[in-house]
Protein backbone atom coordinates (compact mmCIF):
# COMPACT_ATOMS: atom_id res chain seq x y z
CA UNK A 1 0.00 0.00 0.00
CA UNK A 2 2.02 3.09 -0.87
CA UNK A 3 1.10 6.53 0.41
CA UNK A 4 -0.94 8.16 -1.96
CA UNK A 5 -3.40 5.44 -1.04
CA UNK A 6 -3.07 6.53 2.17
CA UNK A 7 -4.39 10.48 2.36
CA UNK A 8 -6.29 11.39 5.01
CA UNK A 9 -9.25 13.61 3.75
CA UNK A 10 -8.04 16.97 4.86
CA UNK A 11 -4.76 16.01 3.10
CA UNK A 12 -7.15 15.28 -0.42
CA UNK A 13 -8.90 18.04 -0.16
CA UNK A 14 -5.70 20.62 0.24
CA UNK A 15 -4.48 18.40 -2.62
CA UNK A 16 -7.42 19.28 -4.70
CA UNK A 17 -7.17 22.76 -4.11
CA UNK A 18 -3.77 23.41 -5.48
CA UNK A 19 -4.83 21.54 -8.11
CA UNK A 20 -7.68 23.91 -9.00
CA UNK A 21 -4.99 26.05 -8.64
CA UNK A 22 -2.11 24.89 -11.46
CA UNK A 23 -4.27 23.13 -13.42
CA UNK A 24 -5.45 25.59 -15.22
CA UNK A 25 -2.61 27.33 -15.35
CA UNK A 26 -0.86 24.93 -17.22
CA UNK A 27 -3.83 24.44 -19.43
CA UNK A 28 -3.83 28.26 -20.35
CA UNK A 29 0.12 27.37 -21.52
CA UNK A 30 -0.73 24.04 -23.23
CA UNK A 31 -3.32 26.55 -25.28
CA UNK A 32 -0.69 28.44 -25.72
CA UNK A 33 1.53 26.12 -26.99
CA UNK A 34 -1.19 25.23 -29.73
CA UNK A 35 -1.78 28.70 -30.72
CA UNK A 36 2.15 29.74 -31.22
CA UNK A 37 2.38 26.13 -33.55
CA UNK A 38 -0.98 27.78 -35.24
CA UNK A 39 -1.04 31.22 -35.59
CA UNK A 40 -1.33 33.36 -38.82
CA UNK A 41 -1.36 36.28 -37.05
CA UNK A 42 0.37 39.53 -38.40
CA UNK A 43 4.56 39.98 -37.49
CA UNK A 44 3.51 42.81 -34.87
CA UNK A 45 0.92 40.89 -32.85
CA UNK A 46 3.23 38.40 -32.31
CA UNK A 47 6.18 40.48 -31.26
CA UNK A 48 3.76 41.80 -28.86
CA UNK A 49 2.53 38.77 -27.68
CA UNK A 50 6.40 37.80 -27.00
CA UNK A 51 7.03 40.59 -25.10
CA UNK A 52 3.40 40.09 -23.00
CA UNK A 53 4.37 36.50 -22.17
CA UNK A 54 7.86 37.50 -21.03
CA UNK A 55 6.20 39.92 -19.00
CA UNK A 56 4.24 37.31 -17.43
CA UNK A 57 7.36 34.73 -16.85
CA UNK A 58 8.74 37.30 -15.29
CA UNK A 59 5.29 37.55 -12.39
CA UNK A 60 5.49 33.29 -12.03
CA UNK A 61 9.42 33.39 -11.78
CA UNK A 62 9.47 35.99 -8.93
CA UNK A 63 8.87 33.26 -6.44
CA UNK A 64 9.81 29.85 -7.71
CA UNK A 65 11.49 26.67 -6.65
CA UNK A 66 15.33 26.26 -6.71
CA UNK A 67 15.17 23.01 -9.22
CA UNK A 68 13.30 20.54 -10.64
CA UNK A 69 10.47 20.06 -9.31
CA UNK A 70 10.81 16.13 -8.47
CA UNK A 71 8.27 14.06 -6.65
CA UNK A 72 7.52 16.38 -3.72
CA UNK A 73 4.01 17.02 -1.49
CA UNK A 74 1.76 20.40 -2.64
CA UNK A 75 0.20 19.06 0.85
CA UNK A 76 1.54 16.66 3.16
CA UNK A 77 1.72 12.65 2.85
CA UNK A 78 0.91 12.66 -0.62
CA UNK A 79 3.42 11.58 -3.31
CA UNK A 80 3.09 13.82 -6.50
CA UNK A 81 4.59 13.81 -9.67
CA UNK A 82 3.31 16.86 -11.10
CA UNK A 83 5.96 17.97 -13.21
CA UNK A 84 5.88 14.97 -15.06
CA UNK A 85 5.64 14.93 -18.63
CA UNK A 86 3.10 12.75 -19.03
CA UNK A 87 0.56 13.24 -15.92
CA UNK A 88 2.25 16.69 -14.77
CA UNK A 89 -0.89 18.96 -13.40
CA UNK A 90 1.63 21.72 -13.41
CA UNK A 91 3.21 20.80 -16.53
CA UNK A 92 1.83 21.91 -19.88
CA UNK A 93 3.55 19.78 -22.36
CA UNK A 94 1.35 16.66 -20.63
CA UNK A 95 -1.08 16.01 -23.17
CA UNK A 96 -2.09 15.39 -20.11
CA UNK A 97 -3.02 11.85 -18.91
CA UNK A 98 -5.53 10.91 -15.88
CA UNK A 99 -4.51 7.49 -15.48
CA UNK A 100 -7.20 4.94 -14.18
CA UNK A 101 -6.70 2.07 -12.08
CA UNK A 102 -8.77 -1.08 -12.47
CA UNK A 103 -9.46 -3.72 -9.56
CA UNK A 104 -6.81 -6.63 -11.38
CA UNK A 105 -4.14 -3.94 -12.01
CA UNK A 106 -4.57 -2.87 -15.37
CA UNK A 107 -3.75 1.31 -15.35
CA UNK A 108 -5.40 3.01 -18.37
CA UNK A 109 -6.20 6.32 -19.51
CA UNK A 110 -8.34 8.04 -22.50
CA UNK A 111 -6.57 10.82 -23.45
CA UNK A 112 -6.05 13.35 -26.34
CA UNK A 113 -3.01 14.16 -28.08
CA UNK A 114 -2.29 18.03 -29.62
CA UNK A 115 -0.64 19.75 -32.45
CA UNK A 116 2.54 19.90 -29.81
CA UNK A 117 2.90 15.93 -30.47
CA UNK A 118 3.03 15.80 -34.15
CA UNK A 119 5.77 13.80 -35.86
CA UNK A 120 4.64 12.50 -39.06
CA UNK A 121 1.81 15.00 -40.37
CA UNK A 122 -1.37 14.62 -38.55
CA UNK A 123 0.24 11.99 -36.12
CA UNK A 124 1.82 11.31 -33.09
CA UNK A 125 5.90 11.45 -32.59
CA UNK A 126 7.06 8.15 -32.03
CA UNK A 127 9.39 9.34 -28.93
CA UNK A 128 6.02 10.71 -27.54
CA UNK A 129 4.11 7.61 -27.70
CA UNK A 130 7.46 5.81 -25.81
CA UNK A 131 7.10 8.54 -23.63
CA UNK A 132 3.26 8.33 -22.81
CA UNK A 133 4.17 4.24 -22.98
CA UNK A 134 7.29 4.44 -20.63
CA UNK A 135 5.37 6.52 -17.89
CA UNK A 136 2.31 3.98 -18.01
CA UNK A 137 4.34 1.01 -18.19
CA UNK A 138 6.12 2.44 -14.87
CA UNK A 139 2.76 3.32 -13.27
CA UNK A 140 1.14 -0.17 -13.98
CA UNK A 141 4.75 -1.64 -11.93
CA UNK A 142 4.08 0.79 -9.37
CA UNK A 143 0.68 -0.38 -8.97
CA UNK A 144 1.53 -3.72 -8.50
CA UNK A 145 3.79 -2.67 -5.46
CA UNK A 146 6.88 -3.01 -6.97
CA UNK A 147 9.07 0.12 -7.90
CA UNK A 148 12.10 0.19 -10.35
CA UNK A 149 13.43 2.41 -12.98
CA UNK A 150 13.26 1.45 -16.74
CA UNK A 151 15.82 -0.97 -17.92
CA UNK A 152 14.54 -2.06 -21.38
CA UNK A 153 11.67 -0.57 -23.43
CA UNK A 154 10.59 -2.00 -26.80
CA UNK A 155 8.20 -0.50 -28.85
CA UNK A 156 6.11 -2.03 -31.92
CA UNK A 157 4.79 0.78 -33.87
CA UNK A 158 1.77 -1.51 -35.87
CA UNK A 159 0.54 1.34 -37.64
CA UNK A 160 0.71 5.05 -37.20
CA UNK A 161 -1.20 7.04 -34.10
CA UNK A 162 -3.39 9.68 -35.28
CA UNK A 163 -3.72 13.35 -33.36
CA UNK A 164 -6.82 13.45 -31.42
CA UNK A 165 -8.35 10.65 -29.34
CA UNK A 166 -6.37 7.79 -27.66
CA UNK A 167 -6.52 5.32 -25.21
CA UNK A 168 -3.41 3.71 -23.54
CA UNK A 169 -3.32 0.50 -20.70
CA UNK A 170 -0.46 -1.69 -19.30
CA UNK A 171 0.05 -4.15 -17.04
CA UNK A 172 2.49 -6.46 -15.30
CA UNK A 173 3.33 -9.32 -16.94
CA UNK A 174 5.33 -11.03 -14.17
CA UNK A 175 8.13 -10.18 -11.39
CA UNK A 176 11.46 -11.86 -11.54
CA UNK A 177 13.66 -10.70 -8.22
CA UNK A 178 14.29 -7.18 -9.19
CA UNK A 179 13.10 -6.67 -12.92
CA UNK A 180 9.09 -6.42 -13.46
CA UNK A 181 7.96 -7.26 -17.03
CA UNK A 182 5.07 -5.07 -18.33
CA UNK A 183 3.44 -5.17 -21.21
CA UNK A 184 0.82 -2.67 -22.93
CA UNK A 185 -0.07 -0.47 -25.81
CA UNK A 186 -1.37 2.79 -27.26
CA UNK A 187 -4.92 2.70 -29.10
CA UNK A 188 -6.94 4.68 -31.61
CA UNK A 189 -11.35 3.78 -32.49
CA UNK A 190 -9.55 1.23 -34.89
CA UNK A 191 -7.97 -0.62 -32.69
CA UNK A 192 -3.84 -0.73 -31.11
CA UNK A 193 -1.06 1.24 -33.17
CA UNK A 194 1.61 1.15 -31.15
CA UNK A 195 2.76 -1.75 -28.93
CA UNK A 196 5.07 -1.86 -25.69
CA UNK A 197 7.25 -4.36 -23.09
CA UNK A 198 9.39 -3.44 -20.81
CA UNK A 199 11.68 -4.74 -17.99
CA UNK A 200 11.57 -2.13 -15.10
CA UNK A 201 14.74 -2.82 -12.16
CA UNK A 202 14.75 -1.92 -8.64
CA UNK A 203 18.31 -0.72 -8.81
CA UNK A 204 20.93 -2.76 -6.63
CA UNK A 205 20.50 -1.68 -3.37
CA UNK A 206 17.32 0.33 -3.57
CA UNK A 207 14.88 -0.76 -0.54
CA UNK A 208 11.32 -0.10 -1.75
CA UNK A 209 9.84 2.59 0.56
CA UNK A 210 6.97 0.94 1.32
CA UNK A 211 8.69 -2.10 2.55
CA UNK A 212 9.30 -0.58 6.12
CA UNK A 213 6.04 1.41 6.52
C1 LIG B 1 13.59 2.94 -7.89
C2 LIG B 1 13.09 4.31 -7.97
C3 LIG B 1 11.70 4.44 -8.43
C4 LIG B 1 11.23 5.87 -8.40
C5 LIG B 1 9.75 5.98 -8.64
C6 LIG B 1 9.26 7.36 -8.33
C7 LIG B 1 7.78 7.49 -8.24
C8 LIG B 1 7.02 6.52 -9.12
C9 LIG B 1 5.66 6.93 -9.28
C10 LIG B 1 4.92 6.59 -10.34
C11 LIG B 1 5.47 5.83 -11.49
C12 LIG B 1 6.00 6.77 -12.48
C13 LIG B 1 6.49 6.05 -13.68
C14 LIG B 1 7.54 6.85 -14.30
C15 LIG B 1 8.17 6.06 -15.39
C16 LIG B 1 9.38 6.74 -15.85
C17 LIG B 1 10.48 5.75 -15.85
C18 LIG B 1 11.77 6.38 -16.20
O1 LIG B 1 11.84 7.29 -16.94
S1 LIG B 1 13.15 5.70 -15.49
C19 LIG B 1 14.48 6.61 -16.25
C20 LIG B 1 15.15 5.82 -17.34
N1 LIG B 1 15.86 4.71 -16.78
C21 LIG B 1 17.03 4.88 -16.15
O2 LIG B 1 17.54 5.97 -16.00
C22 LIG B 1 17.67 3.63 -15.65
C23 LIG B 1 19.19 3.73 -15.77
N2 LIG B 1 19.79 2.46 -15.44
C24 LIG B 1 20.00 2.08 -14.18
O3 LIG B 1 19.76 2.82 -13.22
C25 LIG B 1 20.54 0.69 -13.98
O4 LIG B 1 21.18 0.26 -15.15
C26 LIG B 1 19.41 -0.33 -13.65
C27 LIG B 1 18.71 0.10 -12.34
C28 LIG B 1 18.36 -0.44 -14.77
C29 LIG B 1 20.02 -1.70 -13.42
O5 LIG B 1 21.13 -1.51 -12.59
P1 LIG B 1 21.50 -2.58 -11.46
O6 LIG B 1 22.91 -2.31 -11.06
O7 LIG B 1 20.49 -2.56 -10.35
O8 LIG B 1 21.35 -3.93 -12.28
P2 LIG B 1 22.21 -5.26 -12.22
O9 LIG B 1 22.39 -5.65 -10.77
O10 LIG B 1 23.40 -5.13 -13.06
O11 LIG B 1 21.20 -6.27 -12.94
C30 LIG B 1 20.04 -6.76 -12.29
C31 LIG B 1 19.31 -7.64 -13.29
O12 LIG B 1 18.72 -6.79 -14.31
C32 LIG B 1 19.30 -7.13 -15.62
N3 LIG B 1 19.49 -5.84 -16.28
C33 LIG B 1 20.35 -4.86 -15.94
N4 LIG B 1 20.19 -3.80 -16.72
C34 LIG B 1 19.21 -4.12 -17.60
C35 LIG B 1 18.58 -3.42 -18.63
N5 LIG B 1 18.94 -2.15 -18.94
N6 LIG B 1 17.58 -4.02 -19.29
C36 LIG B 1 17.20 -5.28 -19.00
N7 LIG B 1 17.76 -6.01 -18.01
C37 LIG B 1 18.76 -5.43 -17.32
C38 LIG B 1 20.59 -7.86 -15.31
O13 LIG B 1 20.94 -8.73 -16.36
C39 LIG B 1 20.23 -8.59 -14.05
O14 LIG B 1 19.45 -9.71 -14.40
P3 LIG B 1 19.60 -11.09 -13.58
O15 LIG B 1 19.26 -10.78 -12.13
O16 LIG B 1 21.03 -11.48 -13.74
O17 LIG B 1 18.62 -12.02 -14.22
Do not use: C
Request: avoid cysteine; hydrophobic fraction near 40%; proline fraction near 6%.
Amino acid sequence: MTRYLEDTATERLEADEREGLYGPLAEAVRALVDASIRTEVDDHVIRQATADLERIAGHLRAHQLPGSYGVHSEAPGRRRTWGSPVIGVRNPIAPPLTLQHAPDGLVWSEFRVGTAYEGPPGRLHGGMAALILDHVLGEAVSASGHWGLTGTLTLRYRRGTPLGRLRTEARIDRVEGRKAYVVGSIADDEGITVEAEAIFILPKGYVHPDATA
